[in-house]
């Protein structure tokens, strides 16, 4: 797996950049940047934001990437956009819970909001893999676990939900804001310019809180602060759980109705929003190869393998994390019932989400076996 998820990211180059090239996306992309005109639209391109020419052009490029996708106009797109913005900010909560882990500390681990720009300007599906598999090179949590070596400040725990509300959805749902008066094309596209760092708006969230308010925070290791510790460990997870499983369920839900109640929609949404429309993942060695007619379409095929890969390499990361904890621990690993389980949470609640419960489980186990707190909290797993 070391090798596996590295090797992963690097597909993403075929998969998606590649793809993008020989289905003419790239081409319609490039055709908007140098005419300066917005996606679909007569109305101007922003080309400055910062007055530094090589951030501005990587911003103007990436306001083009995601125009599409915040102003409606490619239904399959924004339907499927739901799902991956629920795994995108789902599958970095676990990376950034691991980030703080004690175990992780001054590693590569330790630095997420480095691969979370690697994932916007070069897709999740690059970074993810990637750090997933530099992880399990580096780390001593997924090689040598123990309660010690997971533990991270209960104080990050604590904000981590409200850091990632802040710096992640609020600016989300500022993207798909309708035009009006106030959010005019330009202001639309400071947005989109603005919501690009945020995985640095979390790096900053948390260590800001890390540094003002961990030293009131220092019982960890006592037998009742390592159970609110834990407390505040499983409600982190249990909203990235939530995160990731609501988003997943809704476009798939509306998009199933377009084949069970097809009555409900617009003849032309019904085809639009039609699963094989939505979520079909079209292959870039096919021949003829896909053409692309407009750049929500291109967008739309771009994103589906991002999803893909990104998703598969955070769940293959989890598998793997959930293994070594019981091999470690335990002397056994789950088999095929492990691979069901995963398969299952994965067709309920997205790949992400079937990550979430394994490294749930991964730090239930791990801290009741070797935390000291096997006596006191055993049955009430997930309850407080």
């Known amino acids: 797996?070391?090798?596996?998820?590295?090797?992963?990211?690097?597909?993403?180059?075929?998969?998606?950049?590649?793809?993008?090239?020989?289905?003419?996306?790239?081409?319609?992309?490039?055709?908007?940047?140098?005419?300066?005109?917005?996606?679909?639209?007569?109305?101007?391109?922003?080309?400055?934001?910062?007055?530094?020419?090589?951030i501005d052009r990587l911003l103007t490029v990436l306001t083009v990437f995601f125009w599409p996708m915040t102003d409606g106009s490619t239904p399959t797109l924004t339907l499927h956009s739901l799902g991956f913005a629920g795994t995108f900010g789902?599958?970095?909560?676990?990376?950034?819970?691991?980030?703080?882990?004690?175990?992780?500390?001054?590693?590569?681990?330790?630095?997420?909001?480095?691969?979370?720009?690697?994932?916007?300007?070069?897709?999740?599906?690059?970074?993810?893999?990637?750090?997933?598999?530099?992880?399990?090179?580096?780390?001593?949590?997924?090689s040598r676990p123990n309660a010690e070596s997971i533990r991270a400040p209960r104080a990050v725990l604590n904000v981590i939900p409200y850091a990632f509300f802040i710096g992640y959805l609020?600016?989300?749902?500022?993207?798909?804001?309708?035009?009006?008066?106030?959010?005019?094309?330009?202001?639309?596209?400071?947005?989109?310019?603005?919501?690009?760092?945020?995985?640095?708006y979390i790096s900053f969230l948390t260590t800001i809180t890390h540094i003002l308010f961990s030293p009131f925070v220092s019982n960890d290791k006592t037998i009742d602060g390592g159970r609110a510790t834990l407390s505040s460990l499983r409600k982190v997870y249990a909203v990235a759980f939530a995160n990731t499983a609501i988003?997943?369920?809704?476009?798939?839900?509306?998009?199933?109705?377009?084949?069970?109640?097809?009555?409900?929609?617009?003849?032309?949404?019904?085809?639009?929003?039609?699963?094989?429309?939505?979520?079909?993942?079209?292959?870039?060695w096919a021949q003829p190869p896909l053409q692309i007619s407009d750049i929500g379409a291109g967008v739309h095929v771009f994103l589906r393998w991002d999803y893909i890969i990104g998703s598969t390499g955070v769940l293959l990361w989890a598998l793997s994390l959930h293994r070594n904890a019981h091999r470690a621990i335990l002397g056994k690993a789950g088999g095929l019932g492990l691979l069901i389980k995963a398969v299952l949470l994965s067709v309920v609640a997205s790949p992400v989400g079937a990550a979430v419960e394994l490294m749930w489980e991964r730090d239930e186990l791990v801290v009741h076996e070797t935390g000291g707190l096997k006596s006191r909290v055993s049955g009430s797993k997930k309850s407080s």
């Open 170 to 200: 609020v600016p989300s749902l500022l993207l798909i804001a309708p035009l009006s008066e106030t959010i005019t094309t330009d202001v639309k596209q400071i947005i989109i310019a603005a919501w690009q760092p945020w995985p640095l």
């Open 1 to 54: 797996m070391k090798l596996v998820l590295p090797l992963l990211s690097v597909s993403t180059l075929y998969a998606a950049f590649y793809f993008a090239q020989i289905n003419g996306s790239h081409d319609l992309a490039l055709r908007s940047v140098i005419s300066k005109t917005l996606p679909g639209r007569d109305d101007p391109l922003r080309t400055v934001y910062t007055g530094i020419e090589p």
């Open 247 to 284: 988003n997943h369920l809704i476009p798939w839900t509306i998009s199933l109705f377009t084949i069970l109640e097809p009555q409900f929609f617009n003849k032309n949404f019904a085809h639009a929003l039609h699963p094989s429309n939505v979520f079909q993942l079209p292959l870039p």
């Open 90 to 142: 789902s599958a970095w909560m676990l990376l950034t819970v691991e980030s703080w882990r004690k175990g992780n500390t001054w590693t590569i681990a330790a630095f997420p909001f480095i691969f979370g720009i690697l994932a916007q300007i070069l897709t999740f599906a690059f970074a993810a893999p990637l750090y997933a598999g530099l992880h399990l090179i580096f780390s001593s949590t997924a």
